[in-house]
């Protein structure tokens, strides 16, 4: 079946060019002419539930999306899908958690049906993390069809990986300046024949200054092609790059620029800076089971918190940018099976994570960029599920607070908390504050001394995508009817 079959649908019909405009704006195909941002088409909406297959997606397909339990397109499905199997460049605005790798693993893969041919896509994602679960989607969705996909990533071996692409994978799944190394350097490969781009999380990418790596990329691959970038917003530096690397695209807004989905219920903890670790505690106790991340905005805290978690005998793991790539990869595959239900991240995590069933998301300090509120927040209640989120507000963050509502347009909730019961908790969270303190120490950490580093200048936020060594984590008490002592 071609990519633009008889059986797939119609895009909208054609109407005048537009700026970007209200939710209830509809605008079909532009011009021939190559459009800039304000004359691309776009889409903002929350439309009727459909299927897979009413929007042309090929049956062997289907079959691989019902085993997988996608029953119904999300919206951005719904609205990119049958562009895109059009051979139309997209551009996909859309909150985290909307199902942004089905909409473009769709459309290459039944491309791919149509003409097999190897190296014939190429993603590229902002982090390692977010490769390999690219990667396992594609695997996963085209299992009928047997697709066969590579991740080439940093802090991997490069002759292996020098072997995987010799092998001609269908789809490649890349962190870009890994992607340019293989180019410069690996005998006999090339993307000469590749028929699709995908920038995912395009924001991040620049945000990461990627960007010249990324124009050295343009200059090396096909102008034939077709090119899908998926972003949650769309800076200048987007805006800049979808000039420069798509042709006529379709833009296609399905939220706000800043938004939270309506299944996700929004909470704070207001508390004094003092009692912030025993609230948090509190909080994990009240909710145990429950599949929880915390996000802290430094490295040190992420490492610390996870150790006083665990010597209160809570299944906590740390993940942050510091730590190697293979124990990266093991605190997230830890965490996605059950094997530890709390993971203590810093926002290397928040970005493009598709972890299945995330109950909590636990603010543990208030990000000073709003947006960085919504990609943490959005690592639960995705795809429709319900979720929750608490954020910790001491005397010092009312004002990183009430910015928040303003964007996300709501007031939070308060978390019923009772007081009593965290006081109760202090004596045993001190004493899990002092052996964190001493374990870190004895690693070799700096920054270790005093209750909570949050406010610390000392404590470095996790801005890199580092591979320096995990630290071990000795044998931890039971956390066993704390609130009696």
Not at 90 to 103: N, P, R
Request: charge should be positive; charged fraction near 25%.
């Amino acid at each position: 079946m071609s990519d633009s079959g008889s059986s797939s649908p119609a895009p909208p019909t054609k109407a005048p060019k537009t700026d970007i405009v209200g939710a209830d704006a509809v605008a079909g195909p532009s011009s021939s002419k190559p459009a800039a941002l304000s004359s691309s088409s776009v889409i903002q909406s929350e439309g009727p539930k459909t299927t897979f297959s009413a929007l042309g997606v090929i049956e062997p397909l289907c079959e691989a999306l019902d085993k997988l339990g996608f029953t119904n397109p999300t919206d951005i499905q719904r609205e990119s899908i049958p562009w895109a199997i059009q051979g139309r460049d997209i551009i996909g605005l859309a909150q985290t958690g909307s199902g942004k790798t089905a909409a473009f693993a769709l459309p290459i893969l039944q491309a791919l049906w149509d003409k097999p041919q190897g190296l014939f896509a190429c993603v590229l994602a902002p982090t390692r993390e977010l490769a390999y679960q690219i990667s396992e989607q594609f695997e996963a969705i085209g299992s009928t069809i047997g697709a066969r996909c590579a991740v080439i990533v940093g802090g991997m071996d490069m002759m292996s990986q020098s072997i995987a692409l010799s092998k001609k994978p269908h789809v490649i799944v890349c962190t870009p300046g890994r992607l340019h190394d293989h180019l410069e350097n690996t005998k006999g490969f090339s993307l000469k024949g590749m028929k699709y781009l995908v920038m995912d999380e395009a924001d991040r990418l620049l945000d990461m200054d990627f960007g010249p790596i990324i124009d050295k990329l343009l200059k090396v691959i096909p102008k034939e092609r077709n090119t899908f970038l998926f972003s949650a917003t769309m800076t200048t530096k987007v805006a800049k790059l979808q000039r420069a690397s798509l042709n006529n695209p379709v833009k296609l807004e399905v939220s706000t620029k800043y938004s939270t989905v309506s299944t996700l219920l929004q909470y704070y903890l207001f508390f004094p800076f003092k009692h912030k670790d025993a609230y948090l505690v509190y909080l994990c106790n009240e909710l145990a089971g429950n599949s929880i991340i915390v996000f802290t905005r430094t490295v040190h805290d992420a490492q610390r918190i996870s150790i006083v978690l665990r010597t209160l005998g809570f299944p906590a793991i740390p993940l942050h940018g510091q730590l190697s790539q293979s124990s990266r990869l093991g605190a997230l595959n830890k965490f996605k099976s059950g094997g530890r239900s709390i993971m203590v991240a810093t926002d290397v995590a928040s970005r493009g994570l598709d972890i299945p069933l995330v109950d909590l998301v636990v603010n543990y300090d208030i990000p000073t960029h709003s947006k960085d509120y919504i990609h943490r927040v959005g690592r639960t209640a995705r795809a429709g599920r319900a979720g929750k989120s608490v954020t910790l507000v001491t005397q010092y963050d009312v004002e990183l607070m009430q910015r928040i509502e303003g964007v996300i347009g709501k007031k939070m909730d308060e978390f019923p908390a009772d007081k009593q019961a965290v006081m109760l908790l202090s004596e045993r969270v001190g004493e899990a504050q002092r052996a964190a303190v001493a374990e870190l120490r004895e690693n070799g950490v700096s920054g270790a001394g005093g209750k909570s580093s949050g406010r610390r200048a000392g404590s470095k936020r996790d801005d890199q995508d580092r591979d320096d060594d995990s630290m071990p984590t000795a044998k931890r008490a039971k956390f066993k009817g704390a609130q009696r002592r």
